[in-house]
């Protein structure tokens, strides 16, 4: 797949843009004052494999937690701040690496100027993100909501910014409505060369959640546009990071473990469907690059996921392990997940 052509902004060692990985973020959801357990979220985003932390600095208190959070980790950290261009500076002077800001909200040109000049000298780049919520009141009177005004929206915070001779920007337009983010991003894409990230704002609870930024970031993902990633969902922030990796793994952007397994049907003389959960929470989050199946019947399973790396079918009392299409054993029913995991394991460690 081609992807668009982008320039690349780096934070904190992270690239994002210019044909490099995409990086899955997430955001925190605890006080920003209480560091304790913004710390201790922060350690389980990256345990999960988050790449990018995103912290609300809502106010004062806030911000006078970021030099103690800095210091607590090596995670590259991301300020969001809304209109207080104080806030932004106290961010960069803490030693965070990018800064969600947008110019046109901030007040006067000198504010503008102050946060970019802040920005450069720490090599810190600046995240603009409009989502449908926040579009200026003239766009709406002129476009209503749309793709154009969205896009319009963001390019004039862009010119704030670049009227300053700030270059290091990251764009994110956001809509709830995945259709709506896919065509905005595919007119943005063709309308600058900046990184953009991309996901489905308020996207809902888990199972929606997931289902709306899959077609919404799939989309966009398959189109070669989008170079970073969240899905925002009402849950737990490693859900956004595990859903996030598993849509990359499913597009082939990230290496990892596939599953496949069979709907079952008729055929299916045995309980698969909690041994093809299991095998699938088992090997999650191994970045092994092998395609693993968990099949209903031996009678079809083994030639109907024959590309399988590794794989088993159940029967009622017994199934067959199988490798590329290929028995290699006999195993009674109870065992098949464990002698799938130990195999693999045996021949990946
Ligand atoms: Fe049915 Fe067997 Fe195909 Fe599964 S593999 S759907 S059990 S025929």
Redesign the pocket.
């Known amino acids: 797949m081609t992807r668009r052509d982008s320039r690349t902004i780096t934070v904190r060692g992270v690239p994002i843009g210019g044909g490099n990985p995409i990086p899955v973020q997430s955001m925190t959801n605890t006080p920003t004052q209480d560091v304790d357990a913004t710390l201790d979220q922060i350690r389980r985003l990256q345990a999960a494999g988050c790449q990018i932390v995103r912290l609300a600095v809502p106010n004062r208190l806030a911000a006078r937690a970021l030099p103690e959070i800095r210091r607590g980790t090596d995670m590259p950290l991301v300020a969001d701040i809304h209109f207080d261009y104080t806030l932004a500076l106290a961010a960069v002077e803490a030693g965070f690496d990018k800064i969600r800001i947008n110019p046109g909200n901030i007040g006067s040109p000198e504010r503008v100027r102050l946060v970019a000049d802040a920005c450069r000298d720490h090599g810190v780049p600046i995240r603009i993100g409009v989502n449908s919520g926040s579009v200026e009141k003239e766009l709406l009177a002129k476009y209503g909501l749309c793709p154009r005004a969205l896009c319009e929206s963001a390019m004039g915070h862009v010119r704030l910014l670049t009227d300053c001779g700030f270059e290091d920007i990251c764009i994110s337009i956001k809509a709830s409505d995945p259709a709506m983010t896919v065509e905005t991003n595919r007119m943005l894409a063709a309308m600058c060369d900046y990184p953009l990230h991309i996901g489905v704002t308020e996207a809902g609870t888990r199972y929606r959640g997931i289902l709306k930024s899959a077609a919404g970031i799939g989309s966009l993902l398959l189109d070669g546009i989008g170079d970073t990633i969240r899905v925002s969902l009402t849950d737990e922030p490693e859900e956004e990071v595990r859903a996030g990796l598993e849509l990359l793994r499913a597009l082939g952007f990230k290496k990892g473990v596939q599953f496949i397994s069979?709907?079952?049907?008729?055929?299916?003389e045995w309980d698969?469907i909690p041994v093809a959960r299991q095998v699938e929470e088992r090997l999650r989050d191994r970045d092994w690059d092998i395609t693993v199946a968990v099949?209903?019947?031996v009678?079809?399973?083994p030639g109907?996921?024959s590309h399988a790396d590794y794989g088993i079918?159940g029967g009622r009392s017994e199934g067959m392990l199988f490798k590329h299409g290929v028995q290699i054993a006999r195993v009674p029913t109870g065992r098949l997940a464990d002698a799938l995991v130990e195999l693999i394991e045996s021949e990946n460690q």
């Open positions: 069979c709907p079952t049907c008729g055929r299916t698969m099949m209903g019947c009678v079809n399973g109907e996921a079918a």
